[in-house]
Structure formats: structure tokens, C-alpha cells
């Protein structure tokens, strides 16, 4: 069946740090790919998407590429603040299934 | 405007209980989706409405897991003889109409604890 992997957590940088946070997926077809935040005490949130291979998704300053080659959608920021402490979930949709299929989840924890 | 809200937030049930668990959509969202997700996981996939309509219930663990959305809005999941394993962050989703995909508007969730 369709599943994503992520790379496993807790994962802690210092603010300014460069942020990766790797995720591949295996799914037949072209799914639909996503990175969901859930910031403490608040819930799932979407970050970013694509939708088919070679899009990039962005927001916040975060980015990801949806690399079919390698069945891949890593999570990038050039420079991470505290606010972005976080769990961080990559997911995916196939079309007209609707229902989203997570990862495992990465904690991301930002010192000053 | 209002999110989707989930009640209760926090549940503690007896083992061999039944429990309901609420959610009310963002309003004039058509889909709806619940997940579990246990502790240190991700979201798991339960079941799927389309107003009225449960189109997918391929994610519910067994037969004591029952959902519904009788007037295409409010739903209630339902768990029947709670066992420990049922122990989890029950999660909502809502999203509008439209074709293709919609993003997935997600409640904070129950989080049942079954002693």
C-alpha cells in the first residue's frame, strides 16, 4: 500500500541553522504531496504542497521539491527561528481518494 | 471564522465503555475525515464523508468503531467495548467542495485515554 517515511526525529538545531528534514514516499500513480505543522498545543496545520513532479511548494521560508526521480519531498529552510519548533508531518493524497497518508512525524526543536 | 471544534478534548474512559466523540466541521465543508493518530505517530486514516455519505470506511479497526453524519454536518465517532489499545488523539478534518484535492482543515482532537 501507499506510505511516506521520514527522516526519524527529535531533531534539535540552533536558530540561524540550515533545516532539512528528508521524506520519501512510495505510492502508485501520481500522488499529491504535503507537509502538515503542528505547533504545541495547536492543531495540524498545512504548511505546504505539490502537486506534481517538479513542483516546488513554499511558505514561511520553508520549501520542498517533489522529486518523482527519487520519490522524494525533503523539507528545507535556509535559517530556522524558535517559532518553528514543531512537529512536522510529510504526507500524501492520491487523486480522488481524498484521504491523507502521514508520516511518522519529525519533532523539530529550535534553541536560541 | 470559526475552525473545525472537536468535544470533548480530553476522555477518559473505563475499559469495556462506549464513548462518542464530536466534531463540527468548518461550516458549508462538505468533506469530512476522521484519524487517529496513537502517541508518537502519525495521523491514521479512518473514515471519509461526503455530506451525508460515508464513501470510504476502509480505515476503521474493527466493528466497535462506528461513525456517521446523519444531516451532512456534524459527525460523531462512536467506539463501542473501549479497549486499551483505543487509547489515541482521534483527529477531525473538513474540506470545501470542489474537484481534485482540498486542503484538509484539521480540529485540535479528542484525546482518549482508555484505562
Known amino acids: 500500500g501507499d506510505s511516506v517515511t521520514q527522516m526519524e526525529g527529535p531533531v534539535t538545531l540552533s536558530e540561524e541553522a540550515f533545516l532539512t528534514i528528508n521524506c520519501t514516499y512510495t505510492?502508485?500513480?501520481?500522488?499529491?504531496l504535503f507537509w502538515y505543522v503542528q505547533y504545541p498545543g495547536e492543531g495540524l496545520q498545512l504548511l505546504l504542497k505539490?502537486?506534481?513532479?517538479?513542483d516546488k511548494g513554499s511558505n514561511k521560508g520553508f520549501e520542498a521539491t517533489y522529486r518523482k526521480e527519487t520519490t522524494s519531498f525533503h523539507l528545507e529552510k535556509g535559517s530556522v527561528q524558535v517559532s518553528d519548533s514543531a512537529v512536522y508531518f510529510c504526507?500524501?493524497?492520491?487523486?480522488?481518494?481524498?484521504?491523507?497518508?502521514f508520516g511518522q512525524g519529525t519533532r523539530l526543536t529550535i534553541n536560541p | 471564522g470559526a475552525g473545525v471544534s472537536q468535544s470533548p478534548r480530553y476522555k477518559v474512559a473505563k475499559r469495556g465503555q462506549d464513548v462518542a466523540l464530536r466534531c463540527d466541521p468548518i461550516?458549508?465543508?462538505?468533506?469530512l475525515f476522521w484519524y487517529q493518530q496513537a502517541l508518537g505517530q502519525g495521523p491514521e486514516f479512518l473514515t471519509y464523508?461526503?455530506?451525508?455519505?460515508?464513501?470510504?470506511k476502509s480505515g476503521l479497526p474493527s466493528d466497535r468503531f462506528f461513525a456517521e453524519r446523519p444531516e451532512g454536518s456534524v459527525s460523531t465517532l462512536k467506539i463501542q467495548r473501549t479497549q486499551q489499545e483505543d487509547s489515541a488523539v482521534y483527529l477531525c478534518?473538513?474540506?470545501?467542495?470542489?474537484?481534485?484535492?482540498?486542503?484538509?482543515?484539521f480540529g485540535p482532537g479528542t484525546r482518549l485515554t482508555v484505562l
Open positions: 461550516s458549508g465543508h462538505v468533506s
Open positions: 505539490a502537486t506534481k513532479a517538479d
Open positions: 505510492a502508485t500513480g501520481y500522488p499529491s
Open positions: 504526507a500524501l493524497s492520491k487523486q480522488g481518494a481524498q484521504k491523507l497518508v
Open positions: 464523508f461526503q455530506n451525508e455519505a460515508q464513501l470510504d
Open positions: 478534518a473538513s474540506s470545501p467542495p470542489a474537484g481534485g484535492y482540498n486542503e484538509q482543515f
